[in-house]
């Protein structure tokens, strides 16, 4: 199956495992730097936000060695593997700068209860961060769905299994067809315009309602 429309449902599958997953592996990850802070944590955030600097073919690279040991290579679990190491900071600085962001009396007044620092950032820290949250998983989701160099790395261009929408782009340029390359070009400038107009438009309207 390598329909015009396939590789946008690929990209979709891939975006929402990825989505799922990094937000339930986000969420004790930044409750363990936010309350266990330690000679550790400049490391470990460093490691998250390695992809914002670091070229794609890189970490890319790296990832398909290591995937090419365990026959995973060109794989859609190695998409999913990629993307999540990807996409982890879209989904990790969001929380835990909503977290950051949280007046210190919020603690103060559940440990004054007796609740432990896990109760406490599931119960009440957690609950009261619910903008970040919903920011991280819709920033992780649009990244990925227009990740290119580390997908093209670790799945190749495989019609019917590897082919997301981005490496459609790159496939139909390469083959100088360049009204599909425009298409699917148009298609994911429209799907991430959507995207950051909803979180404008919800940050927005959440400021109005704080006034």
Partial sequence: MDSFWYPFILSLELATVTTIILL???IPLCCYIF???SGITPLLKSLINLPFVLPPTVLGFYMLIALSE????????SLVA???IYSLPFMMNPILSGLENLPQNFQDAAFTLGKSKVTTFYKVMI???KPSI???IVMSFAHTIGEFGMVLMIGGNIPGKT????IAIYNEVESMNYAAANSYSLILLIFSLLVLLAVHSYQHYRNINFL
């Avoid at 365990?70 to 679990?77: E, G, I, W």
């Avoid at 082919?163 to 981005?166: D, F, L, N």
Wanted: aromatic share 14%; hydrophobic share 50%; charged share 5%.
């Fill in 24 to 26: 339930a592996a986000s």
């Fill in 35 to 37: 309350f266990y802070s």
């Fill in 70 to 77: 365990s026959n995973l290579a060109f794989s859609f679990t």
């Fill in 82 to 84: 990629g993307s999540i």
């Fill in 127 to 129: 609950p009261n961060i």
């Fill in 134 to 136: 919903l920011i991280g």
């Fill in 163 to 166: 082919r997301v929408a981005s």
